[in-house]
């Protein structure tokens, strides 16, 4: 939606959910050809011998991301910041043991040197019909190609994961290895009076703030075509999780609304291993299949009842559901060799203490409580290897280093959970009224809360003791449009500050935060919460053929993600445009931007509307 030429936002009709699981596993295999069929049967009857009007639109798009640094994305086999390096492997502390000892040892896999992040070809076709003046029915048909130019390690896959079957990362999905088509939207409209209704495969959006998702709860993101990188102003548009589901709203009088939905559980899709985008360090290997297979069929559901009071709107959510980004713990690698622990004998591994501490470091994660925690959780087969509980930093690391050098490089394994949690939330809208020609005129203050009783997060040691806490989350928004001069639309800004009790921007605990990633120093030392700031503006030009934009990221912590942007639309059928990523951060590990700062680079999107 374009709201007076300003941001686009994603946000059209909003709902509800409501669930358990109830779902069986073969009951799914069939759902997805079954809702296909379903929803089209029950336009058939809506619509009986009337004739449709039916409307197609869509456009194809070229989408090169160009790396504007030499950086590799560390979290890769070919862009591990060991590879090439003469490491010291220091297990003397441990003498007399059997081969213990100062030794070295370097990564064999070679570094890429990649020009692009990003050369995809995009198709969206949406179809639209309006069977009568009840019933209207949606469709959009999205297919993504990415050609192998990436230089990954071995031969990775893009876009199958190890969630639904076949590979598929979404409920209404076809990929392979560099490809992939999906339905994002397939679903019916039900409108009589003051009751709508939407029933088919659909994302539902809730909360309006850029960067933050504070009230934006029901549905997870696919993080496997640009991650977070795409325009800001986009607000998670092509990467919020369709899933099947049931929405309805009721408005009770002209100024209350009750709205509610039940839908099926389907979790964020991570990029994949080796992959442009991945942000987990490819030494680990993740088992999504047991814990998703636990929560597949489980439905979400939750509800939401706006007023408004003259120039005061409110707002009130409680949602239930599982946590589409799930948590993560130490598992069974099933090795020959080291099942029973979580460890595997593997090339692309780890190959020393000081890459262990450093990767955790960058993981947010404590390495040395994780060392323990998988030697005590996972006795007596990591006891039968002579491992123990480390009492201090430096021993832990000689007992890594020992343990290298006898095995070789080592693969953690982890799992993948999906805990079920309980969110409330409230919201305010008010629009200041102070007189023709002031600055704060129509200036629109918006305020979002959740709390989440209960909230299970990963714990910094990967222990399948997860950390458990209430967690808070509220942001502030400051949204204007004002005209600078009679020459120029209106510039719309908006500026945005949001808070987190327990968690950074991405959902990781922060007591995992500020690792130095030293060999025998350096552990993490935790943060009391999480705050950011965000500021975004949109200029359009006299023609309205031009438009620039510009967004900012900043953790107070220290790191800042820079977005300036330019759009040149000359006709109805092209439209260009180019906008950058431009990180700054001070490789701390305690700001989130840590994460993405290998990701400078400059996006072009060259678009033809048919």
Known sequence: MNRKGGLELASTRYGLSK?????????????????????????????????????????IRQEPAIKLTDEENPYNQQGNIFNGRTITQDSSLLAPAPGAGVTTTTRPIDSADNDFNLMATRLEVDFQANFNANWTGFAKLRGYFQPDIFDGHGD?????????????????????????????SLYLDYADGPLWLRLGNQ??????????????????????????????????????VAAPGLRGSYRVTNDIEIEGFTQLFSPSVLANPDTPYNVIPS???????????????????????????????????????????????????????????????????????????TYAGMARLNGFAGFNAAIREFQPATGGLGAFEAPNQTLAAAELDYFFQAL??????????????????????????????????????????????????????????????????????????????QEFPATFMVLQYLFKSE??????????????GARTTGLPQGEDSFNAIAFALQQPFPNLIWRADFSVLYDVNGGALIQPGLKWKP????????????????GGNDDIIDTIDWADELTFRITYQF
């Not at 006709?571 to 001070?586: C, G, I, M, R």
């Open 283 to 357: 030494q680990f290997t993740i088992h999504q299949d047991e814990g998703f297979d636990d929560a597949e069929g489980s439905m979400n559901f939750g509800g939401r009842i706006q007023a408004q009071f003259g120039d005061l709107a409110i707002q009130a959510i409680a949602v239930n559901r599982r946590n589409p980004d799930g948590v993560f713990h130490w598992m069974d690698s099933g090795d020959p060799i080291l099942g029973g622990t979580p460890f595997s004998m593997s090339s692309t591994g780890v190959y020393s203490a000081e890459e262990w501490f």
């Open 19 to 59: 669930g358990g699981e109830i779902m069986s596993r073969k009951s799914i295999e069939a759902a997805g050809g079954l809702l296909v069929g379903a929803v089209f049967a029950v336009a058939a009857l809506a619509t009986g011998a009337q004739a449709a009007d039916y409307n197609v639109q869509g456009f």
């Open 503 to 516: 968690s950074d921007m991405f959902g990781r605990h922060l007591s995992g935060m500020g690792a130095t």
């Open 156 to 184: 990775p896959e893009f876009f199958e994961t190890d969630l639904w079957s076949g590979g598929r990362g979404t409920f209404l999905e076809a990929n392979g290895q560099n490809y992939m088509v999906d339905l994002p």
């Open 408 to 485: 070789g490089p080592l693969r953690g394994h982890i799992a993948r959970v999906y805990p079920r949690e309980n969110i409330f939330g409230i919201g305010a809208n008010y629009v200041v009224d102070a007189g023709a020609g002031s600055f704060f005129d129509q200036l629109v203050i918006r305020s979002e809360f959740t709390w989440t009783p209960d909230k299970v997060f990963t714990s910094p040691d990967l222990s399948r003791n997860h950390i458990v806490e209430d967690e808070y989350v509220a942001s502030l928004v400051f949204e204007k449009y004002h005209r600078f001069s």
């Open 203 to 240: 994302q539902i959006a809730w909360g309006e703030s850029l960067f933050f998702r504070v009230l934006d709860v029901p549905n997870g993101l696919d993080l496997r075509r640009h991650l977070l990188l795409d325009l800001v102003a986009e607000e998670f548009a092509d990467e919020r």
């Open 571 to 586: 006709n109805e059928a092209w439209t260009a445009e180019v906008f950058a990523n431009v990180t700054l951060s001070d």
